[in-house]
């Protein structure tokens, strides 16, 4: 009998060979794959074992080759770094929908992390969504038990920094500094009304959680148009444009929150990150993401120019025309 065999990573060291042998056959019922254990269908380092047996890294999984590929059984690309069987196992659940979408581009590729550029109306989740896409690249785990994510959230129609695990020591980290607000968010947007001063928004949410936004208008339009740096102190879903809305000034273009505007949506970039300093070796201080081109044409038509400078401790300004010459 053929068997194709795969080899634990660190990443499911510990963990029990039922649960990480369901990531290969996630439509099998699970009293199938214990029968297949104890048949010796499926081994551990070529022996037969039980279901909830511990894999250690190192250890080779064999798995029955007709298992993989039998009639209706779902197919893709292998993961990164596994060896190839003779026809690619499954190592990833299939996709509902074929891929249309381009990866994005990749801002930091680090051994725990790597963070991308996304475009502005490509969901997050969901079909066409970016967790299913980039689940099946070069960037992601080749762990057998882990499945590469997105560890925050951003709107379809918001653009920027957007982060994925590539291990569990990379997710954990960052969901961690996530909740203990160490890892600093900074947005910039285009709101309707004049803002003239620096303020806090802090405001329940729905669900009556605290939403926190530091607010820094960098110019503004004798049209009544601010562009604004967030600081994001608080991740609750649509925070900045609830927030923004509930201040009267939403953001241009938000049929959600705002006045919808013909043939456009709202302008919001993730543009910057600052980790602290029990960051991984290989990740910086802060990272900050190009301006999309159609957010920078629709600061030239509303502003006259686009400005936008950081100064040495990375501050975002506006530059003042005798700074332009």
């Given at each position: 009998?053929?068997?194709?065999?795969?080899?634990?990573?660190?990443?499911?060291?510990?963990?029990?060979?039922?649960?990480?042998?369901?990531?290969?056959?996630?439509?099998?019922?699970?009293?199938?794959?214990?029968?297949?254990?104890?048949?010796?269908?499926?081994?551990?380092?070529?022996?037969?074992?039980?279901?909830?047996?511990?894999?250690?890294?190192?250890?080779?999984?064999?798995?029955?080759?007709?298992?993989?590929?039998?009639?209706?059984?779902?197919?893709?690309?292998?993961?990164?770094?596994?060896?190839?069987?003779?026809?690619?196992?499954?190592?990833?659940?299939?996709?509902?929908?074929?891929?249309?979408?381009?990866?994005?581009?990749?801002?930091?590729?680090?051994?725990?992390?790597?963070?991308?550029?996304?475009?502005?109306?490509?969901?997050?989740?969901?079909?066409?969504?970016?967790?299913?896409?980039?689940?099946?690249?070069?960037?992601?785990?080749?762990?057998?038990?882990?499945?590469?994510?997105?560890?925050?959230?951003?709107?379809?129609?918001?653009?920027?920094?957007?982060?994925?695990?590539?291990?569990?020591?990379?997710?954990?980290?960052?969901?961690?500094?996530?909740?203990?607000?160490?890892v600093k968010k900074y947005y910039i947007g285009i709101v309707c009304?004049?803002?003239t001063k620096d303020v806090q928004w802090t405001t329940p949410s729905?669900?009556?959680?605290?939403?926190?936004?530091?607010?820094?208008?960098?110019?503004?339009?004798?049209?009544?148009?601010?562009?604004?740096?967030?600081?994001?102190?608080?991740?609750?879903?649509?925070?900045?444009?609830?927030?923004?809305?509930?201040?009267?000034?939403?953001?241009?273009?938000?049929?959600?929150?705002?006045?919808?505007?013909?043939?456009?949506?709202?302008?919001?970039?993730?543009?910057?990150?600052?980790?602290?300093?029990?960051?991984?070796?290989?990740?910086?201080?802060?990272?900050?993401?190009?301006?999309?081109?159609?957010?920078?044409?629709?600061?030239?038509?509303?502003?006259?120019?686009?400005?936008?400078?950081?100064?040495?401790?990375?501050?975002?300004?506006?530059?003042?025309?005798?700074?332009l010459q």
């Amino acid at each position: 009998m053929e068997y194709a065999s795969f080899t634990a990573t660190d990443n499911d060291d510990g963990r029990r060979l039922d649960r990480i042998v369901r990531r290969f056959l996630p439509d099998v019922p699970l009293s199938a794959v214990y029968k297949y254990i104890r048949k010796g269908l499926i081994r551990l380092d070529s022996k037969k074992c039980t279901p909830n047996s511990s894999v250690a890294s190192g250890m080779r999984i064999d798995i029955a080759d007709f298992l993989l590929h039998a009639p209706g059984a779902p197919s893709a690309p292998s993961a990164p770094g596994a060896p190839s069987a003779p026809s690619a196992p499954l190592l990833q659940p299939s996709l509902d929908a074929p891929l249309t979408t381009e990866i994005p581009q990749v801002l930091l590729r680090a051994k725990d992390l790597v963070v991308y550029n996304k475009p502005a109306g490509i969901p997050v989740h969901g079909e066409g969504g970016l967790d299913r896409l980039i689940g099946q690249t070069a960037e992601a785990s080749a762990s057998l038990s882990f499945r590469s994510g997105p560890l925050h959230r951003l709107d379809r129609d918001t653009s920027g920094l957007l982060v994925f695990s590539r291990t569990l020591a990379g997710a954990q980290w960052f969901s961690a500094r996530l909740a203990d607000h160490s890892v600093k968010k900074y947005y910039i947007g285009i709101v309707c009304g004049m803002l003239t001063k620096d303020v806090q928004w802090t405001t329940p949410s729905a669900a009556g959680k605290p939403m926190r936004t530091g607010v820094h208008p960098l110019v503004s339009t004798d049209t009544g148009y601010t562009l604004v740096q967030f600081a994001l102190h608080t991740g609750r879903k649509h925070q900045i444009r609830i927030q923004a809305a509930e201040a009267g000034c939403p953001l241009y273009g938000d049929h959600l929150y705002g006045k919808p505007v013909y043939g456009q949506t709202y302008s919001l970039h993730a543009w910057k990150l600052e980790f602290p300093a029990d960051r991984f070796d290989d990740i910086p201080e802060s990272l900050t993401a190009p301006i999309p081109d159609d957010f920078i044409s629709r600061l030239e038509s509303m502003f006259g120019k686009n400005a936008l400078a950081q100064k040495e401790n990375g501050e975002l300004y506006w530059m003042q025309d005798e700074e332009l010459q």
